[in-house]
């Protein structure tokens, strides 16, 4: 993938949140009487500025595009006109002002879900969680599951997804305990096996969670029998045709779809001996893969798909799909518990239970951006909706200079009866700019060691 293949989908994302965010504050500031006078997407000098509506309100794009902000007419940052005092926003009653502050964060989450209900209402491809061989020597192998087991919950939480049980178990995980995972195999055999998550490390320096278990997606054993041919391919040009089974690859015998896949990716840009049965007579052609980049890694590819494609599929995939109602359901749910994990993380991070490796700054975002992009429009969807989650928690954070340190505040005035000094509001604003410059810090920290180990 190019630069342009990462930094397009996330400049794309990083606009779209910000204008939800700060959209947010827009309307329920105008709902409440307060006068706006920008709408920036972006800090620092205007690049384009226009003017729209009754009030003249400017719209703004600024130079540094990471954020964006909505000015209010406020006595604390400008005389105001006595016929326009009424509009200013620090002359609102704190209600008011708690709402315009929480709407940007309460805007962020709606978005996700949002995002959450179309992909529920319309449909969406799923990988099945249908487990292969455990790893040897592994928590799954001692747990006892076997190839083709299909998981049905954890801990009596129902799972559709390979998705859903990689999420089940990261939200064990922190408990550090077994959990019981239900089981199907393909004789209709129900079983519950055991789980120990006690070794399991929650940390994006490490594997992945199921990695770490020993857990595995499942693979069919489908036949190396070639099915349909890319047109210009490296198959088609060394004469191979749809229907042709591979036997061996140099001096290695093929014995399913797998095999094949494993030679052809390790070999771009060689030339590859390939016998196989046409018609019941074999055949030898030299196949060159092309090479392909992906994550980093040049692969080769000879542009063939497996035969029994629809079968493996089906194996494999499950479309998940809600009506109306129960979409809207779960996708409210999906987006509370993961504002709610992420809040457990953050905490937990704090107190020194989960490394500070999990945080991620933008050059980790935008490679997630690049990547889901790839994968497909459902995936990239999924992508924004989880980020908006993140970006709604994160400005809900009780940090001067966010929404959350403003709404503290409003609490504060709430509790004493009276706003908070100007002083206090000044020396915690310098807090605030030093922890975010610090979190900051830590992101980009985290961003070059992910890009220096990979």
Not at 343 to 355: A, D, F, K, Y
Not at 374 to 396: D, E, P, Q, R, T
Not at 416 to 421: E, I, M, R
């Amino acid at each position: 993938m190019s630069l342009l293949d990462y930094l397009i989908p996330f400049a794309l994302a990083l606009g779209i949140l910000i204008v939800v965010h700060e959209f947010g504050h827009y309307i329920v500031a105008r709902v409440c009487g307060v006068k706006v006078l920008r709408f920036s997407l972006g800090f620092g000098r205007p690049l384009f500025v226009w003017r729209a509506g009754k009030d003249g309100t400017e719209w703004a794009l600024s130079v540094f595009p990471l954020g964006g902000y909505v000015k209010m007419l406020d006595e604390r940052e400008a005389p105001v006109a006595e016929e326009e005092l009424h509009r200013a926003f620090n002359r609102q009653t704190v209600w008011r002002r708690i709402a315009i502050v929480a709407a940007g964060p309460l805007a962020n989450f709606a978005l996700a879900i949002i995002l959450y209900w179309g992909l529920y209402s319309g449909g969406v491809e799923e990988l099945r969680p249908r487990l292969g061989t455990p790893i040897a020597a592994s928590a799954a192998e001692r747990s006892g599951f076997s190839d083709g087991e299909l998981v049905r919950s954890v801990d009596g939480h129902p799972v559709a997804t390979w998705q859903e049980f990689r999420w089940q178990l990261l939200q064990h995980a922190f408990e550090r305990r077994t959990v019981t995972v239900e089981t199907i195999n393909p004789r209709d055999e129900i079983a519950f096996r055991p789980l120990e998550l006690a070794g399991v490390s929650v940390d994006q320096g490490e594997q992945d969670i199921s990695a770490q278990l020993g857990l595995r997606l499942y693979r069919p054993n489908v036949p190396a029998v070639l099915g349909a041919l890319s047109s210009g391919g490296a198959a088609e040009r060394a004469g191979l045709k749809s229907g042709d089974k591979v036997l061996r690859i140099g001096s290695k015998k093929i014995g399913g779809w797998s095999d094949l896949v494993e030679i052809v990716r390790d070999a771009p840009g060689a030339e590859l001996e390939v016998e196989v049965l046409r018609d019941n007579v074999p055949l030898v052609s030299k196949v060159v893969p092309t090479s392909v980049e992906e994550k980093g890694r040049t692969i080769g590819r000879i542009g063939v798909a497996v035969a029994d494609a629809d079968i493996r599929r089906d194996l494999m995939f499950t479309i998940v799909q809600y009506d109306f109602v129960d979409a809207f359901v779960k996708s409210v749910a999906q987006t509370w518990d993961t504002a709610a994990l992420s809040v457990s993380v953050l905490g937990r991070m704090i107190v020194g239970e989960v490394s500070v490796k999990n945080l991620s700054g933008p050059v980790t975002i935008a490679d997630f951006a690049g990547q889901s992009a790839k994968m497909g429009w459902a995936h990239y969807i999924k992508f924004l909706a989880l980020i908006s989650i993140s970006l709604g928690v994160l400005n809900l954070l009780p940090v001067p200079v966010l929404d959350g340190g403003h709404l503290l505040y409003y609490v504060i005035e709430i509790i004493k009866g009276g706003p908070v000094s100007e002083r206090v509001m000044e020396i915690g604003q310098q807090i605030g700019m030093a922890l975010l410059a610090a979190l900051m810090a830590f992101a980009f920290y985290n961003d070059i060691n992910r890009l220096v180990a990979s």
